[in-house]
């Protein structure tokens, strides 16, 4: 069965860091795109991060970038979140999920499969 | 404020049909493949409909999903209590060269 399962999540004050991981198992997690998705109390979903299979390729949100990392363990089938500098509007279900990409009627595609249960981060003083 | 427009809140009545809209711009909805993602209470996202209105293994054909232009819809056809969820859009943005969202849309079966 495929499975994504977050971890790390907890309470941190504002400008504090944090460390979010995910296991993957279930398939082969070094041929997969993964990304991190979060989402507030009560709002939509929003796209944080992106990091390609082999880890050469990595893009972050406006929202986050200069302050959040992703990186992955391809030996481990592990996903992972630095996140520095945490502000208020930080505090979100953090979602790792797996994406697909390709052609198909000679057309790219791009999107998210496969979903975990998710992480809940606080920022909060 | 989300890159994709969806309703706020939709509703209807057990067996009734019901279809949500989404509304992009040609660098998003335009131009790449548009999907659905059904989000029950209190759990993750689930994909319902991918590459416009293909359905995963499991997933009803009591769903399915269109585009035309900038715009894609997402009809619910038998609507059943089982179905009272948020359901948000997503689509490759061209321009942010990333995924975007709706703001998700919370159908209510009365």
């Known amino acids: 069965e495929v499975q994504l399962v977050e971890s790390g999540g907890g309470l941190v004050h504002p400008g504090g860091s944090l460390r979010l991981s995910c296991a993957a198992s279930?398939?082969?997690?070094?041929?997969?795109?993964m990304n991190w998705v979060r989402q507030a109390p009560g709002k939509g979903l929003e796209w944080v991060a992106y990091i390609s299979a082999s880890a050469t390729t990595l893009y972050n949100a406006d929202s986050v970038k200069g302050r959040f990392t992703v990186s992955r363990d391809n030996a481990k089938n592990s996903l992972y979140l630095q996140m520095n500098s945490l502000r208020v509007d930080d505090t979100a279900v953090y979602y790792c999920a797996r994406a697909l990409s390709g052609f198909a009627d000679s057309n790219y595609y791009y999107y998210v499969d496969v979903w975990g249960k998710g992480t809940t981060v606080i920022v909060s003083s | 404020q989300s890159v994709l427009t969806q309703p706020p809140s939709a509703s209807g009545t057990p067996g009734q049909r019901v279809t949500i809209s989404c509304s992009g711009s040609?660098?998003?909805?335009?131009?790449?493949?548009v999907y659905w993602y059904q989000q029950l209470p209190g759990t993750a996202p689930k994909l319902l409909i991918y590459?416009?209105?293909h359905r995963p293994s499991g997933v009803p054909d009591r769903f399915s999903g269109s585009k035309s232009g900038t715009s894609a819809s997402l009809a619910i056809r038998g609507l059943r209590s089982e179905d009272e969820a948020d359901y948000y859009c997503a689509t490759w943005d061209d321009s942010l060269s990333g995924p975007v969202f709706g703001g998700g849309t919370k159908l209510t079966v009365l």
């Open positions: 040609s660098s998003n909805i335009g131009s790449n493949f």
């Open positions: 590459r416009n209105n």
């Open positions: 279930g398939f082969t997690f070094s041929n997969y795109e």
